[in-house]
């Protein structure tokens, strides 16, 4: 990839975060201009979400959780209880970001648009009724759909209220996807490419790459679950102590106010109480000056809260409560004045202080009157003397109410950023961390298994051409992988040209050795080179027919082809007097000149044991012992037969006596190409392998080129005796 690629990409990737902004923006702008145009029509209908469910058809999960959230927030200006409302928005944004990556928002897709329908009418319907009873009880709107579902004859108002808002919420979320479709559908498919938000931060995979990507395993758990579980697991942690401790500030907050409360109102209630005169309130109550006046004025201060439940004057002693003074409420009726009644059951652990006459705390109680906290404020005569009680009790229900409301509350503004940053952090893990490094290993591993000179330059441009920018550690371990795979490579190409140097090298040395040989029996040279190249044309031809496919690898044509030339090797240790013999070679000598394969099998287990990883050498070796034996076991030196033969030396048994055949002898003429063919077909089976003879004589075009390159040639080449006077196999 060229610089200019490279500037390409990431310049793309910033248009596409700007972009991304710009559609949140949108988004956010069309949700309050479709909810104020319904409004102001009358409509009983919303609207308030269509920009969100645009944003995630369009952008997807980030986008459109966005564009959600930031609804509620600006919403929070107006209405503060809103922002508990996000989770529905984000739950609405992720429902629809599912269904449109699936490809289910469509209208070709009817059944999964109607359960796309459902799906949002559950979260805004069922789940948008159920929140707002939970932050505030229920609420039943006498003009509602649930009201006239109420009159249709369902006595329970919660079933009517809920089933209302669920056929309402059916027909707004049915309006706002036909809005969303048909916005949708028309905005062109080049624009729509480029509203939709990947975060890649490296050139988009695709193709092959991208699918061994998917494939790859993991021996254990992978980076993004461990991540993920590492941030599910501090987000609930977080998420609930911020919860509990949060709680208990408010709870202690909110008691604190009531207690507050309490306190002032039974403080008031004991300076409305002439401490001298209690003893007078006791025994004519009604009848004394002031008693009615002072009754009156306490129930002014039951009047001032609501959550102010009792008022009573006791005076306390050894038999019981005195009481002085006690206030009818709705739902108790008062003791009379003067009457002794029993000290309550959560007041028994002050009995003694009280008595006394001593100032207690204030105490929370639950029992058959309610979750109460009480007051109890002494009255004090002029004396200083403590006379009686002024007690007051305020309910805690208001109290339990405020705890479920903002438990509630925390719990669903919780949730709505919870899925949000799990969202976000998935997303970076995926784009910054998964998909990068998968990347790296997906081409790193085609290293393993393409590694011809193409394909490794071709992988260190794949490499290359991933154009990881992360801008962390993950980018300097891509630097460290492209430099490190590109020094490897060209550290192979020079092995392999040294290589490939010192395989020439080789080769000529072993020609060089062949034609010393040869030229000692007086030969050119030749028949070494046109062997080789007939053993050649011979192994690519069975490979092509599928002969011996085990043993015929690239490997062993190569170290066969290489090595043919040393198969009379063994003839330096032969004779010239032998060697050179005009004419035939009596039986005594014959059989000198078979020696000649095991001197050169010794000759060339001399090298192994200098070069023992050479595996052509051992072809060699194999050639130069067991090129004379015969298909049928009457060959030489050990008389084998069949395939206990080595195949290079059955290769070479046809190349051999060949190029006997089509060369000129002292003794003869050459024989016509032809007829060496059909000596080599007559020898199938008997002489030779019959599936190498099948080969070589398939190999009719190229072997003919061999023998015309060559040309006739003379040469003293009696000794291997292949053919008789009448030019038969012996």
Known sequence: ??????????????????????????????????????????????LDCAGTILASALGGYIPGMLAGILTNIVNCFTDPSSIYYAVLSVLIAAASAFFA????????????????????????????????WMLDGLYFDSESFGAALVNAGIKDQTLAQLLGNLIMDALDKTVTVIIVLVIKALIPEKIKEMLLFTGWMQRPMSGEL????????????????????VLITALLLLASSATAISFVLFRNAV????????????????????????????????????????????????????????IYVYKIAEDGCHVVFDLDTPDLEADKPGAVVELDKAVHPFRDALIAGEEIDTFISDDSFGKLITAYKPIYDSSGNCMAYAAVDVS???????????????????LAFFIVIFTVVLWVIEYHIVKPVNSMSAVANRFAFNNTDEKLNENVDMMRDLDIHTGDEIENLYGAVLKTAGDSVAQVEDIRRKNETIKKMQDALILVLADIVESRDKNTGDHVRKTAAYSRVIMKEMKKKGYYADELTDSFIENVSSTAPMHDIGKIKVSDVILNKPGRLTDDEFKTMQDHTAYGREIIDEVIELVPESDYLREARDLAYSHHEKWNGTG???????EDIPLSARVMAVADVFDALVSKRSYKEPFSFEQARNIIREG????????????????????????ESFGDYSRTYVEDNHVDDSGKLR
């Open 636 to 642: 030489y030196p050990e008389g084998k037969s069949g």
């Open 1 to 46: 990839m060229t610089e200019s690629n490279i500037g390409i990409y990431r310049k793309a990737r910033r248009k596409n975060r700007l972009i991304t902004v710009i559609v949140v923006l949108l988004a956010v702008g069309l949700n309050f201009l479709l909810f104020k145009l319904v409004s102001s029509l009358g409509l009983p209908l919303y």
């Open 210 to 229: 991208a699918d061994s990507m998917k494939d790859m395993k993991c021996r254990s758990i992978s980076v993004r679950t461990k991540i993920m579980s």
């Open 101 to 132: 990556q699936k490809g289910w928002l469509s209208v070709r897709k009817p059944l999964m648009l109607v359960l796309y329908i459902l799906t949002l009418t559950f979260i805004g319907g069922g789940l948008g009724t159920i929140l707002p």
């Open 684 to 707: 199938a089976g008997v002489h030779f392998d019959p599936l190498v003879a099948d080969a070589f004589l398939s190999a009719e075009e190229e072997t003919m080129k061999i023998a």
């Open 255 to 310: 008691v604190a106010q009531q207690e507050k409360l309490v306190n002032s109102t039974a403080t008031s209630a004991a300076l409305e109480v002439n401490g001298d005169m209690v003893d007078e309130y006791l025994a004519h109550s009604h009848d004394v000056p002031g008693y009615d006046e002072t009754e009156k004025s306490l129930y002014s201060l039951l009047a001032g809260d609501e959550d102010i439940r009792y």
């Open 396 to 414: 805690m229900y208001h109290v339990d109410d405020l705890e479920r409301n903002f438990i509630t509350g925390m719990i669903a503004l919780y």
